[in-house]
């Protein structure tokens, strides 16, 4: 039996911000192959996948903060290129490992719950991978904010999205997000992933009309 959440959430960010050329180099290649198919691989899949998608893919970048800090959420474009690289390469990690266990899905019916989280899964850490890596490559930071676009277009999937998650992780006794700051996934956290944008994606607030900025 699979647990996909045992390969796709069991490893942390590490944190080190140590950089090397060979992180860097694994980085850009990762990098340019996504980047040109990821966009139109998301825009593709099914609303409720997308939709999942967006739980998943919000649930990794408030991870991945813990990590590396609020510029994640707020401006992945302005990272540390070496922060950038061991943030991405941390994923392509964790999605050879997914690819790798694609075998234990063979002869499973398509109304498996295990092969829809495998999908959207799949398609959350391609974005995730994007967009910390936005800092690296501009066609990849153009590539994130597409995809972003399209998973926020099947949010209104995002009830059908929970409950589907919600059965992978009765089905399987997992975990249907990473845990965020030690709290496991409930169907309120699900719901209300689903149903935001990373600030990055919100527009900034107004100054109050007479009030000097800083």
């Known amino acids: ?16 911000w140590m950089f090397s050329f060979v992180q860097e180099r694994k980085a850009a290649a990762a990098l340019e192959s996504l980047a040109p198919d990821a966009p139109s691989n998301v825009a593709s899949a099914p609303p409720v996948e997308r939709a999942a998608a967006l739980i998943v893919c919000n649930a990794l970048l408030l991870r991945a ?8 959420l707020e401006a992945p474009t302005r990272l540390d290129p070496s922060v950038a690289a061991e ?3 941390h994923l392509v990690d964790i999605r050879l490992r997914m690819e790798a266990s694609t075998q234990a899905l063979d002869g499973r019916a398509e109304a498996d719950p295990a092969v829809a989280a495998f999908r959207w899964e799949m398609l959350a850490n391609e974005v995730a991978t994007l967009t910390l890596g936005a800092a690296l ?5 153009r590539a994130m904010r597409r995809c972003w676009h399209s998973m926020w277009l099947a949010r209104r999937a995002r009830d059908e ?3 589907a998650m919600t059965a992978y992780a009765k089905a399987y006794s997992a975990d249907p ?19 935001t ?3 990055m ?11 000097p900025g800083k």
């Open 161 to 163: 999205a929970v409950r």
């Open 197 to 199: 944008l990373p600030p």
């Open 87 to 89: 943030a991405v390469c």
């Open 65 to 72: 903060s813990a990590a590396y800090g609020r510029l994640v």
């Open 137 to 141: 490559n501009p066609e990849a930071a």
């Open 201 to 211: 994606f919100r527009p900034r607030p107004k100054k109050a009309a007479g009030k």
């Open 177 to 195: 997000i990473p845990a965020i700051n030690g709290r496991r996934a409930t169907e309120d956290m699900l719901r209300k992933l689903g149903g």
């Open 1 to 16: 039996m699979i647990k996909l959440e045992s390969i796709m959430y069991g490893l942390r960010f590490p944190g080190g």
